[in-house]
């Protein structure tokens, strides 16, 4: 058996991220830079007033002085001259500061009559300016390559004046189900047979992970059905199986896709829920085989396929994100294999999450699992632990799970 | 001065709901559902075999018996006829139980000879058998209303034969930035002008809280202008307003859609960063005005927007999710406004969150914030803390902002 820490490392050293493509602004949101972004103009362009008020001399600032005002300068509209002594003009956030001004009397200090403004607090040069390229500077990255990019990052790239963003493609991710008791929601089920929930399911995790899911066809118990699969996953960036139980795991997906050049690995991953993975290639397209149970082929897939689309996707791969928690209640020492725990979460007095994991862990209770709230992480041989004890967890609803 | 907790109240208060809409399961990931969602049918459906093996009677099943093989059951294909004294059914994971059969000879418990089968560890009745509606039963609520769909909801309703779902609508929310010195990103830019970032970071966080954002043009600093937007906004669940910054925060919207019977209401909330905000009524359409200031507008929209499209979208409106954290450095005593401390976070060796603010919190400063990972809460009054004090942060990542 291997551990879950070197299946995740051996299936992303075979991935490359995808090639990049250019998309509208307004479509990058949760998109992974292809590359850096950098700033197509200087924010502040000029120096700027930070608050409304007057712009001046600050050395005719003095308590009690009176200006003569000049003009006025909203957003947008700069004042055109320049301001020369006992001159003030008023002014507003964000209006560039006129030439010769190096002070902004706030409006709340001032008292104005007409075309004279009186000081009524001092004014201290450069205070409430904000200088050109304070926020940024024309050629600036602000943003790295390998960025999954979120709402601020999208204000950040349009401030920065970019209409366009290159980022990678999307990983397109074909899914199989197999299997002759299967069929889809709604249509006619077979005497014996279950309706597909896998598909829908990895779909959805493919989605939630920013990749783009192609479902197959479920494709019957027949070695040169499968083989033809082969065919459908050309220019796919990886192909998702699940299932086959019916006669055994993988065999029948294995000795199909092996007609087709499929080169395999089996692993016995030391982890549960789980059963034996199937990692290889056909064609240059990874191909991971999952478990046929629902509950086994989602877990497998937070710690496997999520990492992988990450890695497809531009970035690092990381292995899903973990919470501190404590424990609702006590659990068992664990056996050889990493163990993931369906439990649910509640928050103490102090905002810390507390996980319970169920009593029943049965891999075949879809319900139970959509009912759970996280993953509690038990290493393997990890002792038994009292409620209260201090483990990681792995929010489900965080990830999209 | 009121406060964060009853502005969002005030503003939770006003909204409904979207009506529903049907989706296909396949769409329906991150939608959250108008109703309950029932089995239409039972899980398993008979019972079943939990594992590969021969199917017989356990009274037939003592240690070193042999029984005759009478025929196999694959998933999908059960056995037809009914199993009688010394018979054993060949059977796979996911099989239904021949009728007759009470017991589960596990694979590697069995020597198979031929048509000859013999017992190596004795079978108990009832064990590795699956019960007809173990995970659940047709009529079964399995998912309830209100709940944004996961990835294993959607399986879940797959496997309770849904292929459609009954959704809230996505709630429309339109976006309107005005002022003369607003240019989209790539066109001309006036003179002192700037580039909009407002509309196109909140319309991502719309986008990431399941709302649909529609932007609006920009609109100069005209009266008449900005009343003409009532007639874009029909129809929509909720109008955002930004800026209007060249002649006071929202003079002109208001002024403008004064005209057109907007019924409105002006807050200065406790809070940092952030000015007054705006919420009021414009022919049923509830509307939100934000700071025109970028940090302010995404910090306001975290606290506010999120929440009221969460309610729209049918669930409850949660104020965004916090975790707890250690301050990386000391903060000074808070004033009498909320504050948002934009900080950096990393994980400390036990796995928990260390929060460090940044020194300079200007909230003119775009790019700082993009950099940042977290907002650190301060309440109101809130004492000065040293390094290592428990705080609660806000994950900016966690939220897709």
Redesign the interface.
């Known amino acids: 058996m291997i551990s879950v820490e070197e299946a995740r490392a051996r299936i992303l050293s075979g991935l490359r991220p995808t090639p990049a493509e250019i998309v509208a ?2 479509n ?3 998109r992974v830079t292809a590359g850096a972004v950098r700033a197509r ?1 200087t ?4 120096d700027v007033s ?1 608050m ?1 008020g007057y712009a001046l001399r600050a050395a005719d600032g003095g308590l009690g002085a009176r200006l003569r005002l000049i003009g006025t ?6 004042f055109a001259g320049a301001l020369g002594p006992g001159e003030a003009v008023r002014i ?5 500061v006129p030439a010769g001004a190096d002070g902004i009397l706030l409006q709340e200090d001032a008292t104005r009559d007409g075309e004279l403004v009186t000081v009524n607090e001092a004014v201290v040069a450069g205070r409430h300016i ?1 200088r050109a390229g ?3 500077s024309a050629g ?1 990255e ?2 790295p390559a390998g960025r ?17 963003l290159g980022v990678h493609r999307r990983p397109r991710v074909a899914i199989l189900a197999t ?4 069929a ?4 006619p ?17 493919v ?2 992970a920013g990749g783009e899911p192609i ?1 197959l066809p479920v494709v019957q ?1 027949d070695r040169e059905a499968i083989a033809a699969v082969a065919d459908a996953v050309a220019g796919m960036d990886m192909l998702v199986t699940t299932g086959g ?4 795991e993988h065999d029948l997906v294995v000795a199909g896709l092996a007609q087709r050049g499929l080169e395999v690995d089996f692993w016995k991953i030391a982890m549960r829920p789980g059963k034996p993975v199937m990692f290889g290639g056909l064609g240059g397209v990874p191909v991971l085989g999952l478990p ?3 509950v086994s082929a ?1 877990v497998c897939s937070i710690l496997f396929l999520m990492p992988a689309l990450g890695k497809l996707s531009g970035g690092a791969g990381d292995p899903p994100p ?3 928690a404590t424990l609702g209640g006590p659990v068992a020492a664990n056996d050889q294999r990493a163990d993931h725990l369906r439990a649910t979460m509640t928050l103490d007095e ?3 999450a507390v996980v319970t994991p169920f009593g029943a862990q ?1 891999s ?7 009912l ?1 709230d996280a993953l509690v992480l038990r290493a393997p041989h990890a002792p038994a632990l009292p409620a209260g004890a ?1 483990v ?1 967890a792995i929010r ?3 990830i ?2």
């Open positions: 602004l307004a990058a949101w949760g103009l924010q502040p362009p000029a930070a409304d300068a909203p957003a947008g509209h700069p507003f956030t964000g209006s560039i904000r304070q926020d940024f600036d602000v943003l999954r990019l979120t709402a601020r990052d999208i204000g950040m790239a349009a401030a920065a004046n970019h209409p366009w299997g002759d008791e299967i889809m929601p709604g249509e089920i077979p005497p014996g047979g279950i309706v597909s929930s896998n598909s829908h399911a990895l779909a959805a995790l989605r939630a479902v118990d139980a019916s006669v055994g046929g149970n629902p989602l973990t919470i501190p102090t905002g810390s049965d075949s209770m879809l319900r139970r699992f959509a759970a201090p990681r489900l609803d965080a999209g799970v």
